[in-house]
């Protein structure tokens, strides 16, 4: 079937990729990787074989006998990158493409000393969804082309390297390099490929579970995630076994542009995680429910990622009930209600991004990418839940992962399916208007709670305080929404009263760090400034970035510190995070 990916030179006539050999020496000082990937075809082809690439320098391509075979790398488009045509002959079943990344390869960030824990050694990481697999690897960069593969990986001696695979042991070399070596027996899409090179402890935490992280912070992580094991337990009770034998866990640098990233086998995780509290794992709910939707059924191509994020959304607080009651669930998703809110605003003038069912030929993906796939996806899927009863949908859920598991979908494949199972039901919560139409609909479930809409209606009622004790009783998720609600800009001395009354500048927790930070920035509140300075120089999670800076659009005063911030961190940023800053900055003069 034809499956047109707007962001792939993919061509489903042609051979597809079974399977990955990457062979990569990682080369700190030139920041490249180097070496070979050898692509073995699913089925014997001739003729053109056309390969997603981005920035990436293509030595020779070699076909299974060694022999050289053409290849034509086309040029640079702006958001696809440059195809790489090879020309197989009769009954290729392999080709080999020997390549080098670039420094500026926009699925890898190569961290000095100084952006680590340790400050000694040198760190890298990949990112490769929603399209940078290609800057990392020549491939078919669709979701729907899955590839099982094995790495080998050589790095520095005193370095380890992890992979969303399996380790397959490791070797040193005669010249004092290491040699990983990772084996990912399951088809996966490429966006799922991923590689971190460091400085690396780790834990156990599990029969099937450890945490990845520099040695300075690895004892902490342990602790933040000690409970992993049970998190998985409860996602199994809902949605049958774990898939992917291993569920370890990587806390990686600051400037890791997502909160998680469910790269199979090694969740890839922001260090702003480490609560100290164990109040975020959330996080680690969200990425561990991407085993079944999104690594298991996935997405066929950004169009549709609200099948991936909105349906973990909605597993993600299926799990958080199972683990801590419906009231805590309720407040994730009120948590999310303002994300959402916040992404429609944002998305004002461009209605086509806050559809669910996508249009993005031309559009670059990581532009598009907003809270509204996630929080109005898993409320589609809730009042899909709500119109079923909970039952039916029990059911569905098994037959939908049971049908499509190892597969992408679209929606329209997703709507014949669910129609197919349960006949009338995408009426009955009339889809279509949120598949195609801006916004939300108008009897969108809301998930409230008495206890909820006192503590809104409360911080709404500013400047009256909440009572002696009262903040201190409050869930890390209830003094969160309280933040959220109140007014701003406050007077400086509100400013002054919540940060000594709360302690709000010392938090390790970032979540309640940042709500205050944008209610300080929003107030140009002055004595902040050093903490704002601190925050977003270090870290680089994208969802912090993007508010603090809007919140710093405030006044011209706030508006020179963003811009002095910006240009002290922008050179530690990744490249989307650099992006997303600069989009804001460029906002304040319009
Ligand atoms: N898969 C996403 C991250 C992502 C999406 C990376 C699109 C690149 C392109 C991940 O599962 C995610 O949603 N992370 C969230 C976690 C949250 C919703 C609990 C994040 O990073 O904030
Ligand atoms: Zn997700």
Redesign the pocket.
């Known amino acids: 079937m034809a499956c047109p990916d707007p962001h792939s030179c993919f061509d489903d006539a042609q051979p597809r990729t079974a399977s990955l050999n990457l062979d990569l020496v990682a080369d700190f000082e030139g920041k490249v990787l180097r070496g070979s990937v050898t692509l073995h075809l699913a089925w014997p082809g001739e003729g053109p074989l056309d390969l997603d690439t981005r920035g990436l320098v293509i030595h020779r391509v070699t076909g299974g006998h060694g022999q050289d075979l053409p290849f034509e790398l086309h040029p640079e488009e702006s958001i696809l990158g440059s195809r790489l045509r090879i020309t197989l002959p009769a009954d290729t079943a392999a080709v080999t493409v020997a390549y080098e990344t670039v420094p500026e390869s926009s699925a890898l960030q190569w961290l000095e000393p100084v952006q680590t824990e340790g400050k000694v050694r040198p760190f890298l990481f990949s ?1 490769c ?2 399209i940078h697999a290609r800057a990392m690897v020549p491939c078919q960069d669709s979701p729907g082309a899955r590839v099982s593969y094995t790495g080998e990986i050589t790095v520095p001696g005193d370095l380890s390297a992890v992979m969303s695979a399996g380790p397959a042991g490791d070797v040193v070399n005669a010249d004092g390099t290491r040699t990983f070596r990772f084996a990912m027996p399951q088809p996966i899409p490429p966006y799922l490929l991923a590689l971190a090179i460091g400085r690396l402890e780790s834990r156990e935490l599990s029969p099937r579970s450890r945490v990845w992280a520099e040695p300075e912070t690895v004892g902490q992580a342990a602790w933040e995630f000690a409970e992993v094991e049970g998190i998985i337990q409860k996602a199994e009770a809902l949605f049958g076994p774990y898939e992917w034998e291993r569920f370890d866990l990587l806390v990686l640098p600051p400037s890791f542009p ?5 790269n199979p086998r090694m969740t890839f995780l ?1 260090p702003t995680l480490l609560a100290g509290d164990r109040s975020l794992v ?2 680690v709910a ?2 561990l429910a ?1 085993s079944w939707t ?1 690594n298991l059924v996935t997405n066929a191509t950004a169009e549709h ?1 609200w099948l ?2 909105g349906w ?2 909605w597993a ?1 607080r299926k799990i958080l009930a199972a683990l801590h009651g419906e009231e805590a669930a309720r407040l994730g998703w009120a948590l999310g209600q303002k994300a959402l809110e916040d992404s429609l605003e944002r998305f004002k003038a461009q209605p086509q991004l806050t559809l669910l069912r996508t249009r993005l030929k031309g559009v670059d ?2 532009d598009a ?1 907003s809270s509204i796939p ?1 929080e109005k996806g898993a409320r589609l899927i809730a009042s899909l839940e709500r119109a079923a009863g909970p039952e039916a949908w029990r059911a569905f859920v098994r037959d939908y992962m049971a049908q499509w598991r190892f597969q992408a979908l679209t929606t329209e494949q997703f709507c014949a399916f669910l129609e197919e199972k349960l006949p009338g039901l995408l009426r009955r919560v009339e889809a279509d208007t949120w598949f195609h139409m801006p916004g939300m609909p108008r009897d969108a479930p809301v998930f409230d709670s008495p206890a909820l809409d006192g503590l809104i209606r409360h911080a709404k009622a500013w400047p009256e305080r909440p009572a002696p004790g009262a903040w201190e009783g409050w869930s890390p998720a209830r003094q969160l929404i309280y933040l959220q609600n109140l007014p701003r800009p406050l007077p400086a001395e509100d400013c002054d009263w919540l940060d000594r009354s709360f302690g709000l500048s010392a938090k390790g927790n970032h979540e309640l760090l940042v709500e205050w930070l944008c209610i300080a920035a929003a107030s140009d509140f002055e004595p902040a400034f050093p903490a704002l300075r601190a925050v977003l120089t270090r870290v680089g ?1 994208m ?1 912090y970035l993007r508010p603090l800076f809007m919140a710093l659009g405030a006044t011209a005063r706030t508006r020179a510190l963003a811009r002095s911030i910006f240009e002290e961190a922008s050179p530690g940023y990744h490249g989307l995070s650099r992006r997303v800053v600069q989009g804001v900055l460029d906002a304040y003069a319009a």
């Open positions: 990112q969804q929603a997502y909160g998680g990233m469910e922001t959330d996080v969200h990425e991407h999104g990622f991936n994020e973990t959304v993600e993906p990581d990418f996630y999670r969802k």
